[in-house]
């Protein structure tokens, strides 16, 4: 799994905190991906970024900002959260289409975040 | 829209007996499916996709999935199960013509006994 990392893997925090999940792919690709995975339910995407500029926007909450940099790199800031956001959060890479039809998605580790 | 349903929340089989998996999927044009494999603590891994063309597709582990247009399915098989499948699948569709926005089914534990 050392195509696509995450920082960190665990992360405590109050609702009144900010911080910031970290995901760098090492792949070459382009698109970059987060996921949002609850316990029983399905994956939830959250923002989607093609060639560095947000494609998606699965109407998340405010209290959850994305940046994207660069085409290596993706973060997840996170400020006032819900108990109810504590989660898995996954990141995913990809190759845009660029002529190409389909792309398949590779994954981090994720991070486990739990909101006190 | 799209979507897709796995059925079964858990697979019990034994080692060494076919394991099955079943995934159904709703599109309104073309679908691409994927099938994938979380271990606990980890992300999800690639293990086949279904695009085009053929459709048994064979995938790693000795995984294989039959695309069946008519009952809008895209099963996982492995013929003899091992205590190591034991993890969560999912399945995953998008609309060909929606590009990056993957739907992903709830999953399906699979534990596969001694």
């Known amino acids: 799994e050392t195509g696509v990392t995450q920082t960190p893997r665990h992360l405590v925090m109050g609702m009144t905190n900010k911080k910031s999940l970290k995901c760098e792919q090492h792949l070459g690709h382009n698109a970059m991906y987060w996921y949002k995975q609850s316990a029983k339910k399905p994956l939830e995407l959250m923002f989607v970024y093609s060639l560095e500029e947000r494609v998606e926007n699965n109407s998340v909450p405010s209290r959850f900002s994305p940046e994207c940099p660069n085409s290596s790199h993706l973060f997840l800031h996170l400020h006032t959260l819900q108990p109810e956001d504590s989660a898995l959060y996954l990141c995913?890479?990809?190759?845009?289409?660029?002529?190409?039809?389909?792309?398949?998605?590779?994954f981090g580790p994720g991070t486990r975040l739990l909101v006190l | 829209a799209q979507s897709v349903a796995q059925p079964e929340d858990q697979v019990n089989v034994a080692e060494g007996n076919p394991l099955t998996v079943k995934c159904t999927y709703s599109?309104?044009?073309?679908?691409?499916l994927f099938w994938y494999v979380q271990y606990p603590n980890r992300g999800l891994q690639f293990l086949l996709k279904?695009?085009?063309?053929?459709?048994l597709v064979k995938g790693s582990y000795g995984f294989e999935a039959e695309f069946n247009k008519s009952q809008t399915s895209f099963h996982l098989k492995k013929p003899s199960a091992l205590v190591s499948d034991s993890a969560l699948y999912f399945c995953?569709?998008?609309?060909?013509?929606?590009?990056?926005?993957?739907?992903f089914g709830a999953g399906t534990q699979v534990v596969v006994t001694p």
């Open positions: 599109v309104s044009g073309n679908p691409y």
């Open positions: 995953a569709v998008r609309d060909s013509g929606s590009w990056g926005k993957f739907q």
């Open positions: 995913a890479s990809s190759q845009a289409p660029s002529g190409s039809t389909e792309e398949t998605q590779y």
């Open positions: 279904y695009i085009t063309g053929d459709n």
